[in-house]
């Protein structure tokens, strides 16, 4: 059992998962940094796993079928969950661990809204309030 797994589901995310493998590496140094690919064709799991990453594979395509898998296969104390287009901070990851692993808490929520995610972010709807 890990202690703490760093769980990513990625699907063409070779432009920004190297930098969110080494950040969560960086932030959580005793983790298991997971890379679930989603049949990516642009090297994304290649290139997490040159970053340090455990990189598995789920071919039935959908997000829900990668987050099942994971859940499936690790087994861990404290799970963190992130996506491979780098707009969770990984900087937080280890005071959210820490609440779960010292305090108990059953499950922490990070926000990516309060930062520049919306400046970032221009893929249609992912910014829509009504």
Known sequence: ???????????????????????????LPNAIVYVYDNNSRDGTAEI???AGAVVRNEYQQGKGNVIRRMF??????????ADGDDTYPAE???????????????????????STYFEENKRPFHNFWE
Not at 72 to 81: G, L
């Open 48 to 50: 997490a796993r040159k």
């Open 1 to 27: 059992m890990d202690r703490i797994a760093v769980l990513i589901p990625c699907y063409n995310e070779a432009k920004t998962i190297r930098k969110v493998v080494s950040d969560f590496r960086r932030a």
């Open 92 to 114: 937080s990851a280890a005071e959210m661990a820490a609440l779960v692993l010292d305090r108990h808490a059953d499950m922490v929520v990070g926000d990516r809204l309060s």
């Open 72 to 81: 499936r296969e690790i087994d861990a104390e404290c799970y963190i969950m």
